[in-house]
Each structure stands twice: as structure tokens, then as C-alpha cells.
């Protein structure tokens, strides 16, 4: 593991990670910060707390709004698979219940 200073907000951080996880750290780290510093920006939230939370919704919200690449579940949100994901389980589950009750 390979220790990486980082600065986020302008408060310094010491992380640990693999020399092959160094580029995608630094980039989410990047987009982290500029988001961070733009929310700031607007005036309306000054709690650090707070615009980290602003921020991290933000990004869960881009995450979750990602399309899959085509394929079977092509133009598919990243968040609609644990719905799909869900409603594959509770198909499954009654089909298991339903194959105990024959035995």
C-alpha cells in the first residue's frame, strides 16, 4: 500500500492505497474537491459537514443516473438494477417456497 496526501476542501488528507488504485483516487479526489469548492461557492451552505453531505448526494445521485453500456441491459440506470436485482430475488424466493411446499 502506498500512502497518498491529499487536500480536500482545503483540509489535507493521508490515504492508503494500491499503486494501481493511485489514478482513479486522484480523480475521484479531484472531482470530490472541484464539487466541494462549488457548492461552497454559491454562499448558501457554509458547514463543512453540510456541503460534504451536499456533495456525496450529488455523487450518488450522478452514480445512480449512470446508463449501462448496450447489451441486455442497455440505456438501464445503475440504480434500476437493484430494483431489477430485488425483483429477480423475490421472484426466486417464491419459487424456492413454493418447491419446499412440494417436498
Not at 69 to 80: C, H, K, N
Not at 89 to 102: H, R
Request: proline residues 3%.
Amino acid at each position: 500500500m502506498e500512502r497518498v496526501d491529499v487536500s480536500i476542501l482545503g483540509r489535507d488528507y493521508s490515504l492508503a492505497c494500491s499503486s494501481e488504485e493511485k489514478p482513479t483516487l486522484m480523480a475521484a479526489v479531484r472531482h470530490v474537491d472541484q464539487l466541494m469548492l462549488r457548492i461552497q461557492g454559491t454562499g448558501k451552505i457554509t458547514s463543512n459537514e453540510r456541503i460534504a453531505v451536499m456533495a456525496a448526494l450529488s455523487i450518488a445521485g450522478e452514480l445512480l443516473g449512470m446508463k449501462a453500456p448496450d447489451g441486455p441491459l442497455g440505456g438501464l440506470a445503475v440504480g434500476d438494477f437493484k430494483a431489477k436485482i430485488d425483483e429477480m430475488n423475490a421472484m426466486l424466493d417464491d419459487a424456492l417456497s413454493g418447491q419446499e411446499k412440494l417436498l
